[in-house]
DNA sequence: CATGAATGAGTCTTCATTCAT
DNA sequence: CATGAATGAAGACTCATTCAT
């Protein structure tokens, strides 16, 4: 009954069997003896290759991360800051759509642990955002957006708001547009810090950054 | 030893019995045998008043919850709709600041279970949200704010930011500015919805509103 | 199949089984399953009295020794520093004849507990041997014994002759004689310790120290 | 990856990691994993050379132990009763003192296994400590010492009270020193055994052997 | 009503030993 | 011979819940 595979093949069938049953049954509610089953070995052999539950736990999620870094398609050169913040709402939505269980797991359970800034996915993440930040930085410096709102905030309610957009959904009760969440938040965001007077020069920016994005919409992505 | 208490003086000793752990503790870590020992009863006699740990930690929650919304003193008619809206963002941060405890709860351990939807907490919390909506609806029907953005997700932002900035100060790892926050998030969802200069932006905004009509139904499957 | 016993009944119950069990198995086999199976209770009760496992066998074993101590007849006033000497020995030999469970989990296992000097055992323990230190000070000053010899060194040669003594008895692979014994442990170490014809010595002894003194001088590294 | 190395040099690095583990963690904590790793081999190799973990724990005794017996120089005739008993206490301790791993793991741990008197380690110890025995059992012949007094008393005496004399050291809580206590015990047995009467001539003996003693100390022996 | 003793089903973790390759 | 993956049997400890008194 014991079927000898090499180190690597068994490290990924564990953590395959483990990112499906945090996937089903969330992470406090995951038993080793559930991976073990469905990975086809005893609960021993995954203390072989992981030091325990959580260490196990933190590896399937950094591999489901780099996973989805990897398939991310370099930024097709979208241009103005309305249409890449878009661009970039637009994503994060759209994982979150594909990968409800791994946001879930990340967002809703891993995040909560003490020792979550220390591990790489807190650093993965941060290179996630770091790009939001970017941009907004950008803004300010080219006189686009206004110096005044303290950046920090318009990215946590950039990603906040995705969280409570998407909320229901993770939690299987409900539904959101990727599309009009996505509109909707760069639009709050990007008129929100914009330091457009009252000449009427900005709108036409705007109108045209959104003539755009319907362009964009109209090229179909190829989906992942 | 046992002392006869009348069932409600009993009921609310086990609920701040129950309060205290778990502002101390948090969801998941407490412990009925703690609760028990410190509303001074017996295990047992929880049992006789609540269902289970979790119908327990669901009316601690509400009565907590229903404690603030009482202690909330009536809006003191501030005038004009960015300073209701500051006011009211100003509000939220400012109870979090006084009571992490509950609202980490709620925030973080509560709102994850899944029979969430249909606690009266959550109705409890729909009215706490429902001013900010009907404060955004009022500027859209006096034409202060456009309509061209949904509404839900701009409190989605209000929401998500607010939780987002709090986030670190909740697990005691940073702080936050409760003035300097309210004024950020309301500035960017004010300006952000705003229709300023909009007379001189009208005809391109229909003009741009009826290309995104024809681009949805170009656009061969139902738009996510 | 739930009998309810009041709490010192099922505590003296489960004591008396682990004491049982650890006399048969010892320390480090004893398990708590086993235990919980000879007092009749399932392994969760037994948590409910005693800490873990460590805080039950420590609690059995004072158990155990105050017995023991509380059972000892109080000295019948033996004469002379050699008989009170074998007097304190006898017994000692004789309780390891008596108890050898007892005494092979005290000696042998629960004193390489690195907490062992912390525990109320060790107390109990100094306690008991405490009187013959004070025998052997008492002997010192009355000029019965001499001062040169370190007293600490006799004590520890009486109980590891005590033990060693009775090693084999222990481990159930021989046997010894309490009364033979206790008068050659008695007999070495009073002879060992005597004055006897000091009057004629007295001279060349402190010749000798002085030499020793000079010795001291000359060895180059200092002395282990 | 696989080196073949006869089958001498693969015992002896299995046995030299196992001492170094033994060592570090003492028996009970020792892991064959740990024991493989530091050998440069594979746990199933260790299991090739011996038949189990016990097995390999008296190997590693054994060798320890014949290491030790063989760099004992011979006994350097020193002269008299007493300094050749004090030299082999002395001996004993320094050992003690030198190689604190080996002595708790034979003392403390390996004495305590059941099949211990059938080891090869018991008949070393045996013969280790038979030398104190033929002393003793030549001074009764020589009428130097008393024939009223079991030997075995006298040995287990020595014996014990190296062990207590050194306890707190082994458990690395305290130390001892070597000269005093070899003297002491030294001094109590020859005492405790020695017939000197009353004329005053036995003193003169036990002075001379303490003149020779010091002489002894004054020739460093070579350090080991 | 209140007690609180008792339950018992988990859960993680450890490690000596085996055996297919 | 050597590898090292896999086994599997223990074992300690937790805690929500029940129920006899």
Redesign the pocket.
Known sequence: ???????E??VSDILAAAREVIAERGYE??????I?DRA??????????F????D?FIRVAEGWYEEILRDIRPSQAVGGTFNRLRQMIWRELDLIRQQPALTRFILMELRSDPAYRSMRMFELNRAFTAGIMDLLKEGVESGEFTASIPLRVARDMIFGGIEHRTWAFLRSEGDFSVDESADAIAQIVYRGLSNRGADGGDPLDRAVARLEAIADRLTPEPRR
Do not use: F, H, Q, W
């Not at 009954?1 to 180190?7: D, E, G, H, Y």
């Not at 086809?40 to 290759?49: A, F, K």
């Open positions: 009954m014991r079927s000898r595979l090499p180190r093949k068994r509610n995951a038993v080793i003896a559930d073990a086809g070995v005893v609960e021993g052999t995954i203390y072989r290759y030091e325990n539950k959580r196990l």
